[in-house]
């Protein structure tokens, strides 16, 4: 892989750390089995269909699984859920990403897997696949979904560690929304 303009890919990603993300697990399931895997490169691409945008390292071993199955889950993690994204990042931890991080899960409508505690789960069909860089860009047409209303704070990553949310104030957008 080549960066051009003077700088290396540590670089890029140290700068790219300093936007704030959420933590997701990306689930599917392998004859019947169920895996997954941290993944912060996630977005909402379109209301009307309801669509998602998320990015699997092609190097990464669920990448082909997803291809397969044509279809994932999203799950959204919790602060008390760090454990979970470390393991499924890959961390050398018991029990390991092998047998999906002891998760406590059950399918949803879809039969993809949905980590109980997560604090909202997205279940979605796979309708574009586009390789970009070092990553297939997966697009989701969200079939199923799921938010608890009261829920623990976000698990969030800032700068290659997680963030908690010490302080939160909700503030009303200014300006007219548009759409």
């Known amino acids: 892989m080549s960066i051009e303009a003077g700088f290396d890919s540590d670089t890029f990603r140290k700068v790219m750390g300093h936007f704030v993300t959420g933590v997701t697990v990306v689930t599917t ?38 291809h397969a199955a044509g279809s994932f889950a999203v799950n959204v993690l919790g602060e008390h859920q760090q454990v979970l994204a470390d393991c499924f990042a890959g961390a050398p931890v018991e029990p390991g990403r092998e047998r999906f991080c002891g998760a406590a899960w059950q399918p949803g409508r879809s039969g993809m897997p949905l980590l109980e505690g997560a604090i909202a789960t997205l279940e979605c069909t796979v309708v574009g696949v586009h390789e970009i860089g070092d990553h297939d860009l997966f697009i989701g047409r969200v079939a199923a979904l799921h938010n608890e209303e009261h829920h623990p704070q976000p698990l969030l990553y800032y700068r290659r560690r997680y963030l908690r949310v010490e302080r939160s104030e909700s503030i009303a957008i200014e300006g007219r929304q548009e759409g």
């Open 29 to 66: 399931v392998e004859n019947g089995e169920p895996q997954g895997i941290t993944v912060n490169a996630l977005s909402s691409v379109s209301l009307e269909p309801p669509l998602v945008v998320v990015a699997l390292d092609r190097r990464r071993y669920i990448t082909p699984k997803v």
